[in-house]
């Protein structure tokens, strides 16, 4: 460790620890120790060793890893085993046995791929799909019909209208007043011009 200040060249270097507390979405949390050096006579603090990246780089590799076990311990829970997300994400399943097990480390892209997956579940399915974009648009209207659904406020329900139409693809009818930008859609002939519009996955582009 250096004695005197790199800055200055004149005062001597004391060193004090601070913790700092870091966190994963899916990893939990975890607290560091930090030091910190200060100049006893420009009073400039800094990392001059640069432990501090080195800490912190390990503590955000021990998250990452315990992220991917716990999107990994989900799935299974929920009964999307490891051989569907091979088929499904071209991902070896020895390899996402291996990450779930934290026997290796996985790549930055393959943990961001996972964490939007266990976001998104029906990512999986748009992958079965072939990522075919009018299948892709009928499973998100699908999954938006549902949590519409399920998370609307109770007094918007009055106003609501969801159906199918006779293809199966789903329709959506919200009334004029909660839409964002209404001009974007088609209005329904057997509705209410003046009230209602329809969003279908086709003329969502």
């Not at 060193?15 to 560091?32: K, L, M, P, Q």
């Not at 046995?97 to 999986?124: E, H, M, N």
Request: glycine share 4%; proline share 4%; charged share 25%.
């Amino acid at each position: 460790m250096e004695k005197q200040c790199l800055l200055c060249g004149e005062g001597e270097l004391v060193e004090s620890t601070r913790e700092r507390h870091i966190s994963d979405a899916f990893g939990g949390d975890s607290f560091v120790t930090l030091s910190t050096l200060t100049c006893s006579v420009c009073g400039e603090s800094e990392d001059f060793s640069e432990k501090n990246d080195v800490i912190l780089n390990h503590a955000y590799l021990v998250l990452k890893k315990k992220a991917v076990t716990n999107i990994l311990t989900t799935f299974n829970s929920n009964g999307i085993s490891l051989s569907a997300l091979e088929r499904s994400l071209d991902l070896p399943q020895r390899m996402l046995s291996k990450w779930k097990q934290q026997r290796s480390d996985p790549s930055a892209s393959a943990v961001t791929l996972l964490k939007l997956v266990s976001l998104f579940p029906w990512l999986i399915e748009v992958a079965d799909k072939g990522f075919d974009p009018i299948e892709s648009k009928r499973i998100f209207l699908n999954i938006a019909r549902d949590n519409y659904l399920k998370y609307c406020p109770e007094e918007m329900t009055t106003s609501r209208k969801i159906e199918r139409t006779s293809s199966d693809i789903p329709a959506f009818y919200f009334d004029l007043g909660n839409t964002v930008n209404a001009t974007q859609y088609r209005p329904e002939p057997n509705t209410d011009r003046d009230n209602y519009i329809i969003v279908e996955p086709v003329l969502c582009n």
